[in-house]
């Protein structure tokens, strides 16, 4: 299962101090609905990424940085330029990665375990509310100049794997993408729009 969670982790990273735990909401959220109105506006945004993994099975976290691509509504792109270029692109429900030479392109509806965490990361870019509380719970605090996101798997099979994915922001930029894993192992992705 963790070799198939790394195409999802790679993109679950293109989504976004501390900031008060938020809440989970059940009902309708003023806040949290403008927020996904916001995000819904945004047709393409590119942005420097750089993320630190932690492992369990490695002293020292895993280092990588490099660009992000969105286009609305389907087309999310990971470019790692460090340690070692390689590339995680998802258009229109296939997922290619290329690392040097090496290509491999995956049907996202075949591997169904993954198909709800990649969706949620385009839902949530392209603020699709009602896509994301068909998978996860979802956690909303602070305002539209900043706030926080979290989602928390509704069904078994992906909490098996997925803890939580806590994302912050700043108006329509996501800044920070913070992604837990039940076996302890996370990632935690900054990100720096492109003006």
Request: proline share 6%; glycine share 6%.
């Amino acid at each position: 299962m963790k070799a198939r969670l790394a195409p999802a982790a790679a993109l679950i990273t293109l989504s976004l101090g501390a900031i008060a735990p938020p809440v989970l909401c059940a009902d309708a959220d003023p806040e949290l609905d403008s927020l996904m109105a916001l995000l819904a506006q945004r047709r393409h945004g590119e942005a420097d990424f750089s993320e630190k993994k932690y492992l369990s099975m490695l002293r020292q976290p895993l280092e990588s940085s490099g660009v992000l691509i969105y286009d609305a509504p389907a087309h999310l792109e990971q470019r790692t330029d460090r340690p070692r270029p390689q590339s995680v692109v998802l258009d229109q429900g296939i997922v290619t990665m290329q690392i040097g030479q090496r290509r491999r392109v995956l049907r996202l509806a075949d591997y169904p375990e993954l198909a709800p965490l990649i969706d949620s990361i385009r839902a949530t870019l392209a603020g699709d509310r009602a896509a994301l509380e068909r998978v996860f719970e979802l956690g909303f605090s602070g305002t539209l100049a900043h706030w926080q996101l979290r989602l928390e798997p509704r069904e078994a099979r992906l909490a098996a794997t997925l803890k939580r994915i806590d994302m912050r922001g700043e108006g329509d930029a996501v800044r920070e993408v913070q992604v837990q894993q039940s076996d302890g192992d996370r990632s935690v992705m900054s990100i720096t729009p492109r003006e």
